[in-house]
């Protein structure tokens, strides 16, 4: 049977190599808006040098990423490497790390937006105008998460493809009109301009310029053929940034190239276009006054855009992070704590926006860009010596795909990548916190405090440190062995939300598609316009939708339907008919302690349009009780 095709997902439509590339370079494409001004701030005429030390370990850690992704095709990135190959207490160490990636990255990126927006009102080009524009940015928008959001596929592919296209436009006329080997050379000053110590700092901070490398992890299960499609797709992403980061910032320095001012060495990319880098190439590329004018508005408006996917990719990331977290027990049940009405984790997404507006306020890209790096070099770390403790210890367990470049010592192989990768980043996490006070200490107290919180929770809770442990959840109900590609999740306004209607078809589901798609329906009166504007309705059916995701993960999709009274039945079946479904899941009602076999059963069961899988809940069960009995039946075409 065919996979299901969310009709809100294009991306999912083809789960291959197009999609993943698309997708994770629409995550890493939006980082040079901000990295290539803060990067050339510390390294001057040699920027271009540390976009190629920085790209190259990137491609190394990437490497690393594709091996284990593909050996654990889970979401969770270096925590679910580390939990794998050591224990609990490192993956909460990555995990923590990946927190304030995704924390700083709502920040860093929310800050940027207003610089960029500054084209249409120069107020948002300084202080107070951008901080506070940044916080009204984040505070919308974690409103928006905590009512239930999700990314469009379709908007990231859009934006992917403008963006890398825009920026080889922009290369391209640069390298006509402005590049000048001569100027690149005249901006080099070794040992002066930039110091070494700066250069080094350089190197650290360019690699922000590559965020998003966990966006291919996190996808995996969505991929078609992870042995095959992740590897390649990480292989073009890697072959596009670095092309990309390297004629940017080349074109960009000889535009604006290093000047011996009074104060010094200096760059108008790291100091007057620091927080629109791009604005900056685009004013200084000699085009007409009208032609540049033009070009301006559409490039602040694609970078506020892409930016602001960005934020908002990085509110869903602490949403999914945070409940995967709880999910095994590495934070407390407070902090982890869903919405009584949207299901969301609300107070987690409240926490950490709030701790991203705090950060902000400083208005120092600088720190932003040096804490970012100081957990991203973290959780980057630990991945690449996960991979090398996985070769390790499990020698002998089956890589479809493997890094290259391997050698043999101390009685097993040895990748490479992972090797340089890893000394590469831990050298960077070592310089960030060297040469940067504040981000030593601001970071140390971030990964103090998370750790003081995991070792007296599992304390409180009488759980190891070391040990993984699960939250349980509801067990499916007497499901049968079998796994089906796509599966049909079918809820009625009127019904109540059932966990183990959602857990029984996470049971059947295969475990390499992301073949479960939530029917949520809502009755719309035959008084009324089948479109008419019902939002508490409508929200409510949304609702259930996010629920099931909440249980099942990204192998979970859903939209609403809408229905007129007494068409339920038939709107499952012909959904489960047009999706090509294997399987249907739907719940027994009862009423008074007695099984109601509705109309809806009663025509889903006639259509038949696939396998039919009833989950009954005995009305006197206590909801909160996990694994509770109850019973299934199934029907058959």
């Not at 990231?156 to 006329?173: E, F, K, P, S, Y």
């Not at 310089?431 to 970071?443: D, I």
């Not at 249907?584 to 696939?610: A, F, H, M, S």
């Amino acid at each position: 049977m065919a996979q299901r095709i969310p009709r809100d997902e294009s991306l999912s439509r083809v789960h291959g190599v197009g999609a993943l590339f698309s997708a994770a370079y629409g995550n890493v494409g939006s980082s040079i808006y901000y990295a290539l001004g803060v990067t050339a701030a510390f390294a001057l005429g040699l920027t271009p040098v540390a976009f190629v030390i920085s790209g190259l370990i990137f491609a190394a850690t990437a490497a690393t990423y594709a091996e284990a992704t593909v050996m654990f095709p889970e979401a969770g990135g270096s925590s679910s490497f580390a939990r794998h190959a050591f224990n609990e207490f490192v993956s909460f160490v990555a995990a923590w790390g990946q927190m304030l990636n995704y924390t700083i990255t709502v920040a860093i990126s929310a800050f940027f937006v207003p610089h960029y927006l500054a084209v249409f009102w120069p107020a948002l080009g300084h202080s107070p105008g951008d901080v506070i524009g940044g916080a009204v940015l984040v505070v919308g928008l974690a409103l928006l998460n905590i009512r239930g959001t999700e990314e469009s596929s379709k908007l990231n592919l859009i934006l992917a493809v403008a963006d890398i296209a825009t920026q080889i436009v922009l290369v391209g006329i640069g390298v006509v009109l402005v590049l000048s080997p001569q100027v690149l050379v005249d901006n080099i000053h070794l040992g002066v301009a930039p110091t070494w110590s700066k250069f080094a700092l350089g190197i650290a901070v360019g690699m922000i310029a590559y965020t998003g490398i966990e966006t291919i992890s996190n996808m995996a299960e969505e991929a078609k053929d992870a042995a095959r499609t992740i590897p390649r797709s990480v292989g073009l992403v890697v072959a596009a940034v670095l092309g990309l980061y390297l004629l940017i910032p080349i074109v960009a320095l000889s535009a604006m190239p290093v000047v011996h001012t009074a104060a010094g060495y200096t760059t108008e990319l790291g100091t007057k276009y620091a927080d629109d880098p791009i604005l900056g190439i685009v004013d200084n590329l000699g085009l007409s006054g009208g032609l540049t004018e033009i070009l301006r508005y559409y490039v602040g408006v694609l970078a506020a855009v892409i930016l602001l996917i960005a934020t908002n990719a990085g509110l869903i990331g602490v949403s999914r992070l945070t409940y995967s977290m709880g999910q095994h027990r590495q934070l407390p049940e407070g902090l982890r704590q869903v919405h009584p009405k949207y299901r969301t984790p609300y107070i987690a997404i409240i926490i950490f926006a709030g701790i991203a507006i705090i950060t902000m306020l400083p208005g120092k890209t600088s720190f932003l860009a040096t804490m970012y790096s100081f957990g991203a070099m973290l959780s980057f770390t630990i991945a690449h010596v996960a991979v090398i403790q996985l070769r390790r210890t499990r020698a002998d367990a089956e890589r479809i795909w493997k890094s290259p470049m391997n050698f043999r010592a101390f009685g097993f192989e040895i990748p490479l990548t992972a090797v340089l990768g890893g000394l590469g980043t831990f050298a960077a996490w070592v310089v960030v916190m060297a040469l940067n006070p504040s981000t030593l200490f601001v970071g140390t107290g971030w990964m103090i405090l998370g750790i003081v919180v995991y070792v007296l929770y599992r304390r409180h809770q009488g759980l190891p440190l070391t040990r993984t442990v699960k939250v349980v959840l509801p067990e499916p109900l007497g499901v049968e062995e079998v796994e089906y590609r796509s599966i049909l999740v079918a809820f009625e306004d009127d019904e109540a939300f059932s966990p183990e209607m959602v857990a029984t078809a996470v049971k059947l589901a295969s475990k390499r598609r992301r073949g479960i798609h939530v029917h949520s329906m809502m009755t719309v009166p035959t008084d009324l316009p089948l479109d008419a504007d019902l939002p508490e309705a409508e929200g409510e059916a949304q609702r259930r939708v996010e629920e099931a995701k909440l249980i099942g993960g990204a192998r979970v999709t859903g939209h609403v339907a809408r229905v007129r009274p007494g068409q339920a039945g038939y709107s499952i079946a012909g959904e489960a008919a047009e999706i090509e479904a294997a399987a249907i899941v739907v719940g027994l009602r009862y009423r008074n302690g007695v099984p109601q076999y509705d109309k809806t059963l009663q025509t889903v069961l006639g259509e038949r349009p696939c396998r039919v899988i009833v989950v009954s809940e005995p009305p006197d069960k206590p909801a909160p009780v996990l694994g509770a009995s109850g019973a299934l039946a199934e029907a058959t075409p």
